[in-house]
C-alpha cells in the first residue's frame, strides 16, 4: 500500500498572517520537494479555520478526520508544530497515538539535526516521540527571551 502525505494547518486569528493558503502552499512544498520523489502520493490539505489551540487535535473537524484516516506509513505536515497543538499534554498524547500506529509527522518550523537520532530520516523533520514535544516547549521558551 502507497504511504500517503496530508497538510494540515489550523487558522487561530483573523490577524494571523499564516493564512491556509501559506500552510497550504508550504506542505504541498514539502511533499513535492521531500516525500513525493520517495513515492509517497498527495492526499489532501486539511483545515481548521478560526479553532483555539487548546482544543485538542482530536476534537477539531479537520483534526479528528485527519486523525481517524491517517495509516501506517501515512504523513502528517504541518507548517509549524502549533498549528497542531499549543498544550504540552495535547501534543504528547496526540504524538505517541500517531506514534503507536505508524503516521510519521513533520513540522517543518522544528530543527531537529540530520544526525539526530530523531531527525534519522535525514529528509525530513519528523517527530517520532513525546520526548520532542518536550524539547520543542523547551525550543519555544528559550526563543521567547
Not at 477539531?60 to 505536515?77: C, K, N, S, T, Y
Not at 510519521?104 to 520532542?132: C, E, F, M
Request: hydrophobic content about 35%.
Amino acid at each position: 500500500m502507497t504511504s500517503i502525505c496530508y497538510g494540515y494547518g489550523r487558522h487561530s486569528t483573523k490577524k494571523q498572517s499564516m493564512t491556509r493558503e501559506v500552510q497550504q502552499a508550504r506542505t504541498h512544498e514539502h511533499w513535492q520537494r521531500m516525500l513525493k520523489p520517495e513515492g509517497v502520493a498527495w492526499g489532501d490539505f486539511l483545515y481548521d479555520p478560526a479553532t483555539s489551540a487548546g482544543k485538542p487535535f482530536s476534537e477539531r473537524e479537520a483534526g479528528r478526520r485527519l486523525f481517524l484516516m491517517a495509516r501506517p506509513g501515512d504523513h502528517i505536515v504541518v507548517s509549524k508544530l502549533d498549528r497542531l497543538f499549543r498544550k504540552l499534554l495535547d501534543g504528547v498524547s496526540t504524538i505517541e497515538q500517531l506514534e503507536k500506529r505508524g503516521v510519521i509527522i513533520h513540522a517543518l518550523d522544528y530543527p531537529i539535526a540530520a544526525n539526530d537520532a530523531i531527525g534519522r530520516d535525514r529528509k525530513s523533520t519528523r517527530l517520532n516521540s513525546s520526548h520532542t514535544v518536550i524539547s520543542y516547549a523547551v525550543f519555544c521558551l528559550k526563543k521567547k527571551k
